[in-house]
């Protein structure tokens, strides 16, 4: 039988509070050192002329937590996970950018297996203001019962399952390696230690050492760019997955991609990151100017 979730309760003082503003001074090498870190092969990333398209969850990183401990007890704040990150770019980063980042959480609800916490950032420059990317996250906290519904949820990853009935118009490989992590964690800023110590991880009830979830996003990201986008950052306006089951080093990938159709300029892909016959990443979204 599964286990009853535990009722907590979230505080609602803390629903759509701003949390206090990050700045991060974007540097080529700390574009070049991320694309290395994701085994990105497009040049003007690795060179840091430009950055991949999900580096963008680095300069938001201290404020995308921030908003949820105004909200979820601390006594089960360490059992966060990713479920679902949803980017929507208005302008690439560039090597000299100065940006201002934001968050909140805009609502929560509870589901069978536990509760689900939504959050959204937004990331401005700090010169012109202008809005650089927003961003939709939720975390998900296994076997606790949040109460009712509160406010809002992000907006919908729809898995657009019958594109998938065809075969897709392209796969794209890639491989965990087995330093990945310890690559990944300085080039992110993200040190949660499930990534990098086997006991912790074990400790957690894993197997052992998982891989980011947003590295192996990361690496579908740079597939889907160099496979329907001619690599160029700049024509991506969204791009979003739920995330399904942990990776780990060694690990095999292949990212699949369909296409669904084009509205007023802009072509919308569906895609799906899978280890052999698991799926890892799902209700892959991306959104492509012509």
């Given amino acids: 039988m599964p286990e009853t979730p535990k009722i907590h309760?979230?505080?609602?003082?803390?629903l759509n509070l701003w949390c206090d503003e990050e700045r991060f001074e974007v540097t080529r090498e700390r574009l070049?050192?991320?694309?290395?870190?994701?085994?990105?092969?497009?040049?003007?990333?690795?060179?840091?002329?430009i950055a991949t398209p999900v580096f963008a969850i680095v300069p938001v990183f201290d404020a995308m937590m921030s908003p949820a401990v105004d909200v979820v007890p601390m006594e089960i704040f360490g059992r966060i996970t990713h479920g679902e990150q949803d980017f929507h770019f208005h302008r690439p980063i560039r090597p000299g950018d100065t940006l201002v980042s934001k968050g909140r959480v805009i609502g929560w609800e509870t589901k069978s297996t536990g509760s689900l916490v939504y959050i959204h950032l937004t990331c401005h420059d700090d010169v012109s203001g202008e809005l650089v990317n927003e961003q939709y996250l939720s975390g998900f906290f296994r076997g606790v019962d949040a109460g009712p519904k509160v406010a809002d949820a992000i907006p919908e990853i729809a898995p657009n399952t019958e594109a998938k009935d065809a075969p897709p118009i392209a796969t794209i490989a890639a491989h965990v390696d087995d330093d990945q992590t310890f690559r990944y964690a300085p080039a992110s800023g993200?040190?949660?230690?499930?990534?990098?110590?086997?006991?912790v991880a074990k400790e957690a009830g894993l197997p052992g050492i998982i891989a980011h979830?947003?590295?192996?996003?990361?690496?579908?990201g740079w597939g889907v760019l160099a496979e329907v986008a001619d690599s160029d950052v700049s024509r991506v306006k969204r791009f979003a997955v739920r995330f399904s089951k942990f990776v780990f080093p060694g690990d095999?990938?292949?990212?699949?991609?369909?296409?669904?159709?084009?509205?007023?300029?802009?072509?919308?892909?569906?895609?799906?990151?899978?280890?052999?016959?698991e799926v890892v990443l799902s209700n892959g979204v991306a959104e492509i100017t012509d």
């Fill in 190 to 199: 993200d040190p949660v230690p499930i990534h990098l110590d086997e006991d």
């Fill in 213 to 220: 979830g947003l590295c192996t996003m990361a690496m579908a």
């Fill in 9 to 14: 309760e979230f505080d609602l003082d803390g």
């Fill in 32 to 49: 070049a050192e991320y694309a290395a870190a994701v085994n990105d092969p497009i040049p003007a990333h690795r060179s840091g002329d």
């Fill in 252 to 277: 095999d990938l292949q990212t699949r991609v369909w296409k669904v159709g084009t509205t007023d300029g802009v072509t919308d892909y569906v895609f799906e990151t899978v280890r052999g016959d």
